[in-house]
């Protein structure tokens, strides 16, 4: 039997694309290990919630509506990662932060671009549709920021949401 493979249509091209950016903008923002570049790690926070927006607002409802109104099936595991690094935004960075935005993105990504993944079957359910969620995806707005929240409230929020997503990580 022939392997099939996926060589990436737009959908995936352009979020692929975005997560290779944010990637090196945090890559940016941790280069020198005793000191995190703020101006790298605003681009990449704001690059960040605007692609978790992009995803959540625009993709997965196409997806889903293209899918007779079911959600795919890592949609579940794809919310709870998007509420974790959402959470993890919020306070000032600090290296345990940025740590535990690494361990989910290290396995959040392959979900979405990897073989199979959520991109591939978005692809393959909105067929001809996915120019239009294309463009939908690249008109998508900045988000505006707000500073950081440098609490309690903020950081137990964050823990909280990784202990809902699976994540045993200190932060």
Do not use: W
């Amino acid at each position: 039997m022939q392997e099939r493979r996926f060589l990436g249509g737009k959908i995936y091209s352009y979020l692929a694309n975005d997560h290779a950016r944010l990637d090196g903008a945090l890559r940016l923002a941790t280069r020198d290990p005793n000191r995190i570049d703020r101006a790298a790690y605003a681009e990449f926070r704001e690059g960040l919630l605007r692609h978790i927006g992009m995803e959540e607002k625009i993709l997965l409802p196409a997806a889903r509506s293209a899918n007779g109104r079911k959600p795919l099936p890592s949609v579940d595991k794809l919310h709870l990662d998007h509420g974790a690094l959402a959470a993890l935004l919020v306070p000032t960075p600090t290296s345990a932060i940025i740590a535990a935005i690494k361990t989910i993105l290290d396995g959040h990504n392959p979900l979405e671009e990897g073989p199979g993944g959520v991109y591939e079957e978005c692809e393959r359910l909105l067929g001809t549709g996915a120019d239009e969620i294309v463009l939908r995806l690249q008109s998508a707005p900045r988000v505006a920021m707000a500073p950081h929240v440098d609490n309690f409230t903020a950081l137990e929020s964050a823990r909280n949401a990784l202990r809902r997503a699976g994540y045993d990580v200190t932060v």
